[in-house]
C-alpha cells in the first residue's frame, strides 16, 4: 500500500499525500468522485474515456489536478494494481471484459478499494438497463417531488443524479480506503445513482412506506412559510420552523399574522393560503437583500435564488477563498476549489487527454513500464 | 465476518434535523460507534415536526427513525456546567464531534474547538453551519432549500416557459452537505493516522452544494453565461423528456442519445415518418416530437414501457414516487428494503446501506435510539460516572428520558 506520507507543495503535508488513485473514465459521476482526492494530496491519473464523455466546462471543472494517459488494458491493470484507489463508472461487466474483473483484482492486491458507479448498480434486473442523468432521476423518486402538480415532474439542474453518485463516491471510496489502511484489507463498493437518492426521500419516504401514499409535487411552496416567492428583483425564500414562526410572522409586520390561528402550527394549515397569499405579497415589495437582512435581524431562514454569476461576485465566497482558477485555452475559469476549510488543499492545472502517459507508466510501474 | 472499515471509531454527534445527522447516519453505517447528545429541552426538532399520537410521540416519529439508525441516545443538557463537563469526558475518550449549529453557537456554548481540544489533544471538529464560520454571510441561517437557493442550483432549474426558478423537491443542500461532511471527516482521520494530529474542519453546507454545479460556475466566469432552464430537455441530444403513462400521476423519463437510438424509438412508438430526421431535426422539432412520444405513452403500463425500451437499448425509465419505490423489482431485488424491528414503532420499509461494501456487506443493525435511551449505558458504562448520580443528574435536567416542553414543529 502506498501509504507514505510525502510532503506536497511547499513542505506542506495534505491528507492524501501518496495515495494513488486511478480514475476509469468515464463520465461525471467517476470524475466528480475523485475530483477532491486531487484537492487533497492524492495522485489522481485519468485513463480517458469516449470523446464526449464530458463536455469542456465539466472537464475543467472535474478534470483539473489529475493526470491523464492513454494506455492500452494491459498497461491500465498494471496501474490498477499499482493504485490504492480505482474509481471508475462503466456499465456492470466492463471492467471485467478489459481484464480487469474487480474481484480478481481484489484477490491479487487484498489492500485494493474498488469503487464501481452505475444506474442501477451491479445486479439485479436492471443492472444492464442504459440509463442517462434523467433516467437515474427518475428511478430514485426525487423527480418525483419536484416541479409542480398539473406539470411534469422536473429535473432539477446541472445532473444531479451523477454527480450525487459522484459524491457518494467519494465519500464511500475514502471511508472504504481508511479501513484498508487500518486492517490492510480493501473492499469493492457498489454504488448505484438510485439507491443514493431512494434512501433521500425526507419525510415523504418513510411517511409514504407508513401510508402506502404517493408525496405529491408541491412546487416552490411546502407552506405558506416553506417556500419560493417572486420579489422586486428576482426571486427569494424562506423556510420557518414552528420555533422560527412567531419571528417571521413578527418580521413581515402586519399586527394581523400574530392571531393564534397562524402562530397555532395546526390551525395554521387550515389558513395556509390565505398566509401565503400575504407572505407572497411582503415578498413583492422587497428586494433580495432586504429580505435576507430581515432574516438576520429575525434569525429566520432567507434566501435568495442567486445565480452562478452572482456567486462568483459574492462577497462572503471570497473571503473564503472558495474558488480556483484554472488555465484553459479560453481564458481564465473560475470553480469551485476546496470543499470545506481546515484541511490542506492545493489547486491544480489542467492537463490534456493522455499528456502524462509516459510519466505516470514511468512514476508507477517504474522497469515495469 | 469482514469488518466494517470504521469499526472502533467513536463520534459524538451533536447534530440535529438533516444535514449532520445524516452524516452520522453513514459514518454509523460503515461501524462508527455514534453517540447522539439532544437534552431534555433541546432534542432533535424531527422527533416532533409533525404530530404522532401516543405517549412518547417523540419516540415514534418514522422520520427521525429513518436518518438516526445505527446511533446511541444520550441526553445531556450542555448549558449546565455538569452537563458540558460530561460531554467533554467523553470527547476525551471520542475520535471526532460533528455539529451542525449556526456558526456562533458552539463557542457560546462553552465548547469551542480549543476547549475540545484539550480534552482531546489529536480531536476532529466538523461544524457545518449552512454558510460556514467565516465570511460575510457567516450569520444567516440556512436550512437545506435555502442553501441550495443561495448556492445557485434552484437558478438553474425550470421548466422554461415561465421563468420561474424551482427547489428541489426534498431539502436537498442536507444530504449533501451531509454526504459531504461523512468524506470530510473520514479525511481527516486519515490524516490524522498519518500526523497526529487533530482538525477542525469548516463545511459550509452552501459551498459543498455549489460544488455540486461546477460547470456552471466554469461557464459563468468564461463566457458570462446566465442559467438557461430547459425542462427536462438535454442541452444537446433530442428528444429527452418525462412523458405521462397510462394512471394517475404515472411518467416515463426517456433519453435518445443518437440516431440509432432514435430509430429505435421511432420502431417502438410507431413513428416510421419521422425516422430519418437528423439531430439538428429533432431538436428543432421537438414539441413536436414530445407531442408524439407522450401520445404513444399514455396508452402504455409504465414498467411495461420501460422493458419495451430497454430491450431496444433506449435510457429510459419508469419514474418512481415515494411509494412506488418501496415496490420496485430491482431495488427488491437488490434487498435494498429493510424492515428493522423498533420498541415503539411498526416495522417500515428503510434504505439499507447505500454504499455496498460488497465483502464486508453493512446491513441495518439498531433503530433510532429513544430519547435518552443510552444514558446509563455511556454515563456509567463508559465515563464511569456512580450509578447513584443518575437520578441527581435527572432531577436536575441534565439527563431525561422524556422531552420537558414538547410541541409539534
Known sequence: MTNVPEAGDAGRVLPLDGMRVLEIGGGVPAAFATRWLTGYGADVVRSEGPADALDRDEEIAL??????????????????????????????????????????????????????????????????????????????????????????????????ALKLLGLHGFAASLTAYFGALVSGEGDWIDLSAQECAAGLLEFHGPRSAVDGLPAPRLGNRTTAIWGIYRCLDGFAGVCSLQRQARALLEGIGDPELLAPRFLDPMERMKDDKELGRRVESFFAGKTKAELLALGLRQQVPFGAVLTPRELLESDSLSERGFFDEVATPDGVARVPGRPVLGLEWKSGALAAPAADTDAVLCDWLGGAA | MKRLPLEGVRIVDLSMMWAGPYATHLLGEMGAEVIKIEAPRAWDNVRTLFPISGPEPWNASFYFNDYNREKKGLTLDLTQPRGRE??????????????????????????????LRRARPDIILVSMAGFGKTGADRELVGFGPIVEQMAGLASLTGYGDDGIPYKTGISYGDPVGGTAAAGALVLALIQRRRTGQGACIDLAQRETMAQMLPEAFAAASLRGEEPVHRGNRHPVWAPQ???????????????????????????????????????????????????????????????????????????????????????????????????????????????????????????????????GEHNREILCGLLGVPEGELAELAAAGVIGDALIGAGVG
Open chain 2, 241 to 371: 423528456g418525462v412523458y405521462p403513462c397510462e394512471g394517475k400521476e404515472q411518467w416515463l423519463a426517456l433519453s435518445v442519445r443518437s440516431d440509432a437510438e432514435w430509430r429505435a424509438l421511432c420502431d417502438v412508438i410507431g413513428a416510421n415518418g419521422l425516422v430519418g430526421l437528423s439531430l439538428v431535426e429533432r431538436r428543432a422539432r421537438h414539441d413536436e416530437l414530445d407531442a408524439r412520444i407522450a401520445a404513444w405513452s399514455a396508452l402504455q403500463d409504465g414498467a411495461a414501457a420501460q422493458a419495451a425500451l430497454q430491450a431496444r437499448m433506449i435510457p429510459a425509465a419508469r419514474m418512481l414516487d415515494s411509494d412506488s419505490i418501496h415496490w420496485d423489482a430491482h431495488l427488491l431485488a437488490r434487498d435494498f428494503w429493510d424492515f428493522m424491528p423498533h420498541p415503539r414503532m411498526q416495522p417500515n420499509a428503510q434504505p439499507a446501506p447505500a454504499w455496498r461494501l460488497v465483502e464486508a456487506n453493512p446491513r441495518p443493525r439498531r433503530p433510532a435510539p429513544l430519547f
Open chain 1, 63 to 160: 478534470l483539473t489536478g489529475k493526470r491523464r494517459i492513454g494506455v492500452p488494458d494491459a498497461q491500465l491493470r498494471a496501474l490498477a494494481l499499482a493504485a490504492d484507489l480505482v474509481v471508475e463508472d462503466g456499465k456492470p461487466g466492463a471492467l471485467a471484459a478489459r481484464g480487469l474483473d474487480p474481484l480478481a483484482l481484489r484477490a491479487q492486491k487484498p489492500a485494493l478499494v474498488i469503487t464501481s458507479l452505475t444506474a442501477f448498480g451491479q445486479t439485479g434486473p436492471h443492472a444492464s438497463c442504459e440509463a442517462t442523468n434523467l433516467v437515474a432521476h427518475a428511478a430514485g423518486g426525487i423527480l418525483s417531488l419536484t416541479g409542480v402538480r398539473r406539470r411534469p415532474p422536473l429535473a432539477n439542474g446541472a445532473n444531479q
Open chain 2, 86 to 115: 460530561l460531554l467533554l469526558a467523553l470527547v476525551a475518550k471520542s475520535d471526532a464531534v460533528i455539529e451542525n449549529y449556526r456558526a456562533d453557537v458552539l463557542d457560546k456554548l462553552g465548547l469551542g474547538f480549543e476547549v
